[in-house]
């Protein structure tokens, strides 16, 4: 099944509430567990196995990458990666929404990036509802270890995001943000 395109999934992505306690997505969910857990059990060693299998993870991925293990996602065919990609330690990336990751782009060890938001209110958010947006991060961006990005951001080209930093909103290009709630420390001069 071409999980992407299912109806499920499509609305999911739309940005829109839904109930995502459904069958399709449980069993999405239950293939990229089993393709992780796969990937986390092989040796450093084995290059080129684990090329394939984080190629049958992810959406696209380009063809200069290091992914550590551990390395976790929901879904992976929401996931988009460059070229010249590092993803250090245990990088989580809940991608019920698209993850799109650009070219040269680091990140640190224990790493979340999350796309999915449930609902506030107590009985929605018990019977599964819940909405993603998009998180998009830009060429050349460095986040440190420890950084948190949350549903709807937008990280831009050259940014640097310092270490144990929770990212609420967009963050402009060429600048270095730090902190919970990430805030702007300064630009970046080439």
Not at 51 to 67: N, P, T
Not at 124 to 138: D, K, L, T, Y
Not at 141 to 159: H, K, N, Q, R, Y
Request: charged share 20%; glycine share 10%.
């Amino acid at each position: 099944m071409d999980y992407k395109l299912h109806s499920d999934f499509c609305l999911l992505r739309s940005g829109e509430w839904m109930n995502g306690f459904t069958s399709v997505i449980g069993d999405a969910l239950l293939r990229c567990g089993e393709l992780c857990f796969r990937l986390n059990s092989l040796p450093p060693s084995q290059l080129e196995e684990r090329g394939r299998l984080l190629r049958e993870i992810v959406g696209k991925i380009g063809s200069r990458f290091v992914v550590h293990s551990p390395f976790r996602c929901d879904l992976g065919f929401n996931i988009s990666i460059g070229e010249n990609f590092v993803g250090n330690f245990n990088l989580t990336i809940l991608d019920e929404a698209e993850v799109t990751i650009g070219d040269n782009v680091f990140i640190g060890p224990n790493t979340t990036i999350c796309t999915i938001i449930h609902s506030e209110n107590i009985e929605q958010r018990n019977s599964g509802i819940m909405r993603a947006e998009p998180v998009v991060i830009e060429s050349n961006v460095w986040i440190a270890s420890d950084a948190v990005i949350l549903p709807g951001v937008t990280i831009g080209e050259g940014a640097i995001i310092g270490a144990g930093s929770v990212v609420t909103k967009n963050v402009a290009p060429a600048t270095v943000v730090a902190g919970n709630p990430a805030r702007f420390i300064r630009n970046i001069y080439k």
